[in-house]
């Protein structure tokens, strides 16, 4: 996901020396730099001489206190902090962060990847308006967003809009196998775009 969003802000006008990456695989990081973004190991070396205005937490559940942890004494005070980890309330996302922190959470799904996503979004009280619209403007680069009132909300958004797709995905490739056991060419059976099947009589 945190590849979409880099592809989407750039695709979308953002410049890349605007963000920075930090990614500890080597090949996360190559990637980075083939689309002309820093990428670092550390975030000490990513944000050296540089001023985040938000931080986008790309990473897995049970990578995100970690993540945050490394983060927290190297960002500003001023940076609003944004997650994409499924699960990781507001609550728990600001147990890690000195009081007042502005923190959103977010919840992409997997159409984000080539920019026909779906993200809802919630936010502590302490976010700014145009902290939302900075939100909104990131991830609106891969897809529609949507503000929840009520956190509550997002497990409803997790199961629908976060893992739906991922079912729609799987019965595409279970009418793909059918139709290759069915007997039709694997060219045919994975063709999405034909309107009409050609026979003859």
Known sequence: MGQALVRGWLDGGRAAT????????????????NLGVAASETVVTALAGFRADVVVLAVKPNQIASAIGQCRDE????????SIAAGKTLVALGSGL???TA??????NTPAAIGKGMTALVARSAVAQDQRGLCSDLMSAVGA??????????????????????YVFLLIECLERAALDAGLAPA??????STRLNSSH
Request: proline fraction near 8%.
């Open 98 to 100: 000195p009081p007042g």
């Open 103 to 108: 923190v959103v959470r977010a919840m992409p």
């Open 188 to 193: 045919l059976a994975r063709d999405r775009k």
């Open 145 to 166: 967003v949507a503000w929840l009132d009520d956190e509550r909300h997002m497990d409803a958004v997790t199961a629908v809009s976060g893992s739906g797709p991922a």
């Open 18 to 33: 605007s963000i920075r990456v930090v990614e500890p695989t080597a090949a996360g990081r190559a990637v980075a730099r």
């Open 75 to 82: 960002v500003g005070a001023g940076a609003v902090w944004l």
